[in-house]
Nanobody, 125 residues
Framework: QVQLVESGGGLVQAGGSLRLSCTAS????????MGWFRQAPGKEREFVAA????????TYADSVKGRFTISRSIAKGTVYLQMNSLEPEDTAVYYC??????????????????WGQGTQVTVSS
């Protein structure tokens, strides 16, 4: 099994920055992929960003492209989400997720087997 430990949420003003971290432990797998999702109260969980572990290719939701950066530390087994130019619309609980065998789908939560506990990100006006 894969265990995900997530941290880095907090309260920031609009225009500020946060960096979320998610450390994965467990057996390594080929075609490993990790993603970030977020969910605001009363809204559906939405895709934010994803990374393929092998090669490090990334993809982003249009709403965060150019502001957020997903990256990885191979040595630490950690994926990061650097969030810059935060807006109140970014306020949500952010979840990291992992799929151990990339299905070809990155933006659907159903594709991910493992999930972190979530961390709250609040952006004030």
């Amino acid at each position: 099994q894969v265990q995900l430990v997530e941290s880095g949420g907090g309260l920031v003003q609009a225009g500020g920055s946060l960096r979320l971290s998610c450390t994965a432990s467990g057996r390594p797998f080929s075609n490993y992929a990790m993603g970030w999702f977020r969910q605001a109260p009363g809204k559906e969980r939405e895709f934010v960003a994803a990374l393929k572990w092998s090669g490090g290719s990334t993809t982003y939701a249009d709403s965060v492209k150019g502001r957020f950066t997903i990256s990885r530390s191979i040595a630490k087994g950690t994926v990061y989400l650097q969030m810059n130019s935060l807006e109140p619309e970014d306020t949500a609980v952010y979840y990291c997720a992992a799929q151990t065998d990339y299905s070809g789908i990155y933006s659907s939560s159903d594709a991910y087997e493992y999930w972190g506990q979530g961390t709250q990100v609040t952006v004030s006006s």
